[in-house]
Each structure stands twice: as C-alpha cells, then as structure tokens.
C-alpha cells in the first residue's frame, strides 16, 4: 500500500507546482477568477524570492512563482501560519511584482495585471462562512468598474469542505488534493484519482519517491512549522494576559472611585461581576 506526503510542505508544493507548468496552470485556472477568455494556456516560472531573514516564519511560506504567455503575473502562496501583517506582505509583493515590469523604456500601459493566489492552512476569518476571499481595487459605489492590477485571492483551508461548492469541478478537486492528503492517508479517493492532473500531483507526493535526503528535509520542515507555532501561541498567551492585566487595572481603579456599581463597571471592561468583587 502506497503511503503519502503532505503536498503542502515546502519540499512537495515545490515538486508538484514549481517542477511542473501544467499542474500550476490547472491550479491557477481552477482557482483564481478567471472568464473562459482569461484562462492561461502556458506559462514560464520566475525566480523565487529570497525567504525572509527572520528566525520566525522563515519556514511557514512557500511560493512560487511564474508568468503566462500574455505577461499576466502568478504568485502561488502557501501559508502554514497566520498573522495580521500577512494581508499587507502579500499586498506588498504582488506590488513589488507589479511595479518591476515596468523597464526604463516601458509605458504604463504596457503593465500587466498580477495576480496571487495565497492558500492558508489557518483561519483568518474567523466570522466569516465563506473559504474564498478576492480583492481587487474597484469603484465603491460601482464596483463593475475595476482598476486592473493587483488582484489578491485567500483561500481558507481548513474552511473548505466540498458540500460547499457546488459547481468548478477543478476548483474542488485541487482543493480537496490540498486537504485530504497527507502522511495519514492510505486509500486516495477514487474522484482525485479520475482527473489526470491531480492524479499526477498524487504520484508525485508518494512516500517512495523521495530519497533520504529529502525526506529528512521534509520532516525538518514540519519541525520547524512546530516550533514556529509555539511561537504564536506563546505570544498569543502573552497578548490575552497583557489585555486581561489592563481590564484588572481599569476596573480595580473605577471600583476604589467609588463612581459606577458593579455591574456597570463589568459591562466596560468585559469582565465579570465576580471577577471584580475579588479585585
């Protein structure tokens, strides 16, 4: 019995997207938003950018990156962890992209849109239903009108369940390859199977076709997305203990005032009556 890979580990996501244009092509074509006319027929990679000099989320994002035939821009993204600055470091390399077409002797109107498709394996919305987030610069009141240039596509893994999508066959199946597969897995769904891109992307994550160096390389990563997230959950801890620290504050100040009851001194600062009775 064949066993597998996790394809969202840096080691595998390069292998099956950056090592194979088809396979990005059939990915971007199923995920980003695109008309009949849109759809890319072929593409060239570009160089990677260099991972940040930062011991903390150096390993949490691979990307990869490429250009199709008409000069439209791709950065494929997969985010193990999240942060709020994520948002403005996605914006700001697409930008990056964007900008650095632009040649001594080009025009501006010779600018082509770019586009980057990050895959989250986290939740950052948390109070929002839907797993697909688009932005793109439009009018606020026409939103028919759109400044074509930067066009930012989040997609919430573990959000996605395939009861919620009910039409882009592709689109499901590439996000179900993403969220299936991994080293638990022993039988493929016999769906993933039937699609010969994704079937490819399956053959290229199985056990045995990786030496012992790359394996070794491979759990090196996930040790190290282990670390990275006692990180975040250590100074998510620090965080709610500093704000619960200054609420203590606040209401032990406004109860030694003598000003508000109880109960009105719980509603502004979010603790509970007991809570401030023992202060």
Sequence with gaps: ???????????????????????????????????????????????????????????????????????????????????????????????????????????????QPVYCLSLVNDIFEPDMPDFYHYYRMVHEEHTEKVIDGLNLVFVELPKFKPQTVSEKKMQVLWLRFLTEIDENTREVPEELLENPDVKRAVEIVEESAYSEAEMYAYDKFWDAIRVEQAFVDEAEIRFNIGIDKGKQDTARKLKSMNVMTIEQIAEATGLTTEQIKAL
């Design 1 to 111: 019995m064949a066993k597998y890979l996790d394809p969202k580990a840096d080691l595998t996501f390069k292998k099956i997207f950056g090592e194979h244009p088809d396979l990005v092509i059939s990915l971007l074509n199923a995920l980003l938003p695109f008309s009949e006319e849109q759809r890319i027929t072929e593409i060239e990679y570009l160089p990677a950018e260099m991972p940040p000099e930062k011991p903390l989320f150096k390993n949490t994002i691979v990307d990869v990156r490429c250009k199709a035939i008409d000069g439209r821009q791709f950065i494929v993204e997969m985010q193990m962890e999240w942060t709020t600055a994520f948002k403005q470091r996605v914006l700001f390399n697409a930008s990056k992209a964007y900008v650095r077409q632009l040649g001594k002797s080009h025009k501006y109107y010779l600018l």
